[in-house]
């Protein structure tokens, strides 16, 4: 890559290797025949390997892999069993695909939606408090904020909704895995959605879906088990209900099974290292970056409202003069950041690729301007 690159938190870039290697696994499918029933199971077999790897990463529940983190979502909200009147929590801090779904059951099931403000020093764990009761039937929070990088108290929102048992909390850590360590079950996340191309620099088309062991029967998504499916006439006798208890109940469809490899590749590396490890190196650099960045005129760090936010390798710098057009400044420098008009400035990832160097580069251009 010929420039400075700092913005993993929307794409990050995959090294060639593991590019070469789904790449090289793909055409070995192409080539034996994708259609050939033989050379389809076996792709699909090594999906089913790689999710429980994830699984023994992530004690407690069952993986299923998606196409992304807005169709793993799909699967938890009309998953669920809503009624009419029915109410969700969430915060001002989520993504669109959290908003658009929402949006959508809204819609069908005649849910209220309650949004909590992140931003406010009150804290988010006191108001998701206040803003419970018995018609809450689920909460929707991110674990790392996409706006600023701020990590959610998500141990603490869920010890609160245990008082409220017909609640369930769904959690977006699409910022999260690779850029902070991810324990779903420890956290108390019923379900927690999250994504291989972003920080484990995966091709963009695969992520993954968390559900706790003992919620896998709340969600109706779910597919029965393929071998003893009978034929459609059957449905005149009610829907088919033999299951894998696995997370291949969440899989059903045709997808590119190869090219889930350069995943695959990318985990070793992040797990070989040591997850930890590398959060810890990409928070460093992350912490450099605020000493320096507060020293350049015109520039505000976002930093959190309340102490039970935490900052990670994801910041948000803010711009008087220039705004998010502070992204199309530096890019002119060859650097290589995202636009956060929402926040008025620029948002940046700090990966394990990058380096003391690529601030230096970032710090330069920001004074040249």
Not at 128 to 152: D, P
Not at 225 to 243: C, H, I, K, M, T
């Amino acid at each position: 890559m010929n420039r400075t690159y700092l913005n993993v938190g929307t794409l990050g870039p995959t090294p060639g290797t593991a590019l070469a290697a789904a790449t090289a696994r793909e055409l070995e499918w192409i080539e034996s025949g994708p259609g050939q029933p033989q050379s389809y199971v076996e792709a699909r077999s090594r999906i089913r390997q790689f999710a429980e790897r994830i699984e023994r990463a992530m004690p407690g529940g069952v993986v299923a892999l998606t196409e992304n983190n807005s169709t793993a979502l799909l699967r938890v909200f009309w998953g669920i069993a809503f009624q009419p009147g029915d109410e969700v929590i969430t915060t001002n801090h989520e993504h669109g695909a959290v908003v658009q779904a929402l949006s959508s059951v809204m819609r069908r099931f005649d849910l209220k939606i309650r949004v909590v403000d992140v931003d406010a020093p009150t804290g988010v764990v006191h108001q998701i408090r206040q803003a419970l009761s018995q018609k809450t039937r689920l909460v929707v929070v991110s674990h790392v904020s996409y706006l600023t990088g701020w990590e959610l108290p998500i141990g603490s929102i869920a010890e609160v909704i245990q008082a409220w048992p017909q609640c369930r909390l769904l959690v977006d850590g699409a910022q999260a895995l690779g850029n902070i360590m991810v324990d779903p079950a420890a956290i108390g996340a019923d379900f927690y959605v999250f994504c291989g191309h972003k920080w484990m620099l995966a091709p963009a088309g695969w992520a993954g879906l968390w559900i706790r062991q003992d919620r896998q029967s709340e969600l109706t998504t779910r597919w029965p088990l393929e071998r003893v499916q009978a034929e459609v006439e059957s449905l005149a006798n009610g829907p088919f209900d033999v299951y894998t208890m696995t997370g291949a109940d969440w899989e059903y469809g045709t997808r590119p099974w190869p090219r889930i490899t350069a995943w695959s590749i990318m985990w070793d590396y992040f797990e070989e290292e040591g997850f930890l490890h590398h959060a810890l190196y990409q928070r460093s650099l992350a912490e450099e970056a605020q000493a320096r960045l507060e020293a350049v005129p015109d520039l505000r760090l976002d930093k959190p409202p309340s102490s039970e936010l935490r900052q990670t390798a994801l910041m948000t710098v803010q711009s008087q003069s220039f705004g998010s057009g502070l992204a199309d400044i530096l890019l002119r420098s060859r650097i290589v950041v995202k636009g956060e008009p929402r926040r008025q400035g620029i948002r940046i990832s700090w990966a394990v690729f990058n380096t003391v160097d690529d601030l230096d580069q970032l710090i330069h251009a920001l004074w040249a301007w």
